[in-house]
């Protein structure tokens, strides 16, 4: 029993069963090495350079090939990794490594061939290659091409996928460098178990330089291309950061979150196929994953375009439900619940928010000319009259003392009128969902009424869901599609909506004079109670709602990026006087 619970994690760690290797595996070891010399060795594609057939260009594709700036250094760098592979591969006295770096070398010297070649029959000029010179730290030199082999063919991967599917470039031309792409995937594969299987089997003082030397050649790669990047690297290596700005230059508009995921998933199928038990290239790949977590999703639609439309008010009209609030399953409180329902003191002001919300979204639905717009506003409309009617019902049922005023008369300009209702949703529906799940969580009334209060919560969801793609939709159809013009435009209404929210709240501590909503009923609800608290639960219950509408709709996003702000702070904060 106690082995073969160690068999399992050690299959786990390995990826491998005992097949006949009752020492199990590990890096650094003889099999090790074996394992990934063999697999550069045993994988070895014969083909010839010279005999590739080169696909005859039509006038275009030939211009675009050309225009590439990325030839000479591609040319140059191919070359001057063969050298340091070479060079490295002469130090060497293990007979099976030998075999291989010198492989590695062959290929690299192999690229340059093919590119040459390719260069020549489309009258590509090149500048005169400068001397290769044979570096004299052959160590340092074969980790710069080995690392710097990690971060250009993990873009590569994606790049050359890019390229593929747009076909900018005709297919045949794109399969004669196939073998290239996958060369270079092998090579990381065997560079990084080298340097794995090297560290381990050097002396044990020199394992701290080593490791020193690890850092500096990523920092001077990192700098190299930060150079590169800022045009400071003169122009001979100007193109050298083409990986990472390169999908321009194959023709496609793709965001760099979208890029980015292409090349992870590139990266993870051409590594695939290889023994489970090597080391994955992984720096890159963690990044990059890293990075990802602050680019934009992926927008399947774009923003303003009709398919971006009908995608939000189809999604709005499909998620619509269907209820009358007199027939909903209201139950019947106890004396202590009733007590609470009756001292919360804001029911006043919640029925008065949806009667004018109600009417301000039908006076709007008369000014929109698109009809899809119109129906779906019109629908919004409908549902507001009917939280004004739900609270009605409530207030009668359960004798809450409200009294309802006839409304003030809408704003003239009824088109701003919509938009800071809008943006008042917005805020009300992120505190809300605090205020809810504590409310629910502490048994401030039985689960059956939450029931009937999460039909609500739900419909404001989808209503300020709808309001950003609508909101968003209108600036795109004005020019104003960008990140920055909408994230400006919505700050000025978020402000007024805030403004708003504190007149409302100072007007409320003075009608109720913290009377109705007494210590006594509010215990319930505000035990426990911190302000930390209440934000988490606003983010949380946010996340959780967002989720589950579709992934190509805008979701409002600046008090849940404000709170996850202040939230970081507080922990920090929290951290600083507890440090344990
Ligand atoms: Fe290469
Ligand atoms: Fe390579
Ligand atoms: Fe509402
Ligand atoms: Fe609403």
Redesign the pocket.
């Known amino acids: 029993m106690e082995s073969s619970v160690a068999d399992a994690g050690r299959t786990a760690r390995t990826g491998h069963g005992q097949e006949g290797r009752p020492g199990g595996f590990r890096l650094g070891s003889e099999q090790h090495k074996a394992l990934f010399c063999r697999m550069l060795l045993d994988t070895f594609d014969p083909y010839k350079p010279a005999v590739i057939d080169w696909p005859t260009l039509d006038p275009d594709a030939r211009a675009r090939l050309v225009s590439l700036p990325i030839w000479d250094i591609a040319v140059q760098t191919e070359g001057k ?1 063969r050298l340091r592979v070479v060079t490295y591969g002469e130090t060497v006295s293990d007979p099976l490594l030998k075999e291989a770096i010198a492989l ?1 070398g062959f ?2 010297g192999r ?1 340059k061939d093919v590119l040459a070649n390719m260069v020549r029959a489309y009258g590509i000029e090149l500048a005169e290659e400068p001397p290769y010179v044979k570096p004299r730290d052959a160590e340092w030199a074969f980790m710069v091409t080995g690392y710097s ?1 990690c971060i250009d063919s993990f873009f590569a991967f994606g790049l050359f996928e890019l390229a593929k599917r747009s076909g900018y470039f005709p297919s045949d031309l794109v399969d004669t460098f196939e073998p290239v792409m996958q ?2 995937g092998r ?1 990381i594969l065997f560079f990084v178990n080298w340097v794995a299987w090297h560290k381990r089997n050097m002396p044990w003082w020199r394992r701290p330089w080593f490791a020193l030397k690890v850092l500096g050649v990523w920092a001077f790669l990192i700098w190299e291309r930060i150079g590169i990047a800022r045009g400071i690297g003169g122009a001979p290596d100007a193109d050298n950061s083409f990986t990472v700005t390169g999908s321009k230059s194959v023709g496609v508009e793709i965001s760099t979150g979208e890029l980015m995921d292409l090349c992870l998933a590139e990266n993870d199928r051409r590594l695939a196929g290889y023994d489970p038990r090597l080391r994955r290239p992984n720096v890159v790949p963690r990044l990059v994953r890293f990075a990802r977590r602050f680019m934009a999703r992926p927008k399947t639609v774009e923003l303003g375009s009709t398919a971006h439309r009908d995608l939000f008010c189809q999604h709005f009209k499909a998620t619509y439900q269907h209820y009358e609030p007199e027939k909903l399953p209201w139950p019947e409180l106890d004396e202590a619940a009733l007590a609470r329902l009756r001292g919360v003191p804001f029911w006043q002001e919640v029925l008065h928010t949806e009667l004018r919300a109600g009417a301000i979204v039908k006076q709007f639905t008369e000014t929109v000319d698109d009809p899809v717009l119109k129906e779906a506003i019109a629908l919004q409309g409908f549902e507001e009259a009917r939280h004004a009617e739900l609270i009605r019902v409530m207030i009668k049922r359960y004798g809450i003392d409200v009294q309802e005023h006839a409304l003030d008369p809408l704003p003239a300009d009824i088109t701003t009128a919509f938009k800071d209702f809008g943006f008042g949703e917005c805020v009300d529906s992120f505190l809300g969902f605090g205020v809810f799940k504590i409310a629910h969580e502490a048994g401030f009334l039985p689960d059956s009424m939450f029931a009937i209060f999460e039909t609500l919560m739900y419909e404001e969801t989808r209503h300020i869901v709808f309001f950003v793609n609508w909101m968003a939709y209108n600036e795109a159809r004005r020019g104003r599609a960008s990140a920055w013009r909408r994230g400006l435009t919505s700050l000025r209404y978020y402000y007024r909506a805030l403004k708003r929210l504190v007149g409302t709240a100072r007007r409320g501590a003075q009608q109720n004079d913290g009377k109705e909503f007494s210590a006594t009923q509010a215990s319930v609800f505000l035990e426990g109670f911190t302000f930390r608290r209440f934000l988490e639960n606003c983010y949380g219950e946010n996340a959780r709602r967002m989720k589950e509408f579709d992934e190509g709709l805008l979701r409002p996003s600046f008090l849940p990026k404000l709170a996850d702000v202040a939230l970081s702070s507080l922990r920090l904060w929290s951290f600083r006087r507890n440090p344990a």
């Open positions: 990794a590695n290929e690299e690229h082999e060369e270079e090579h």
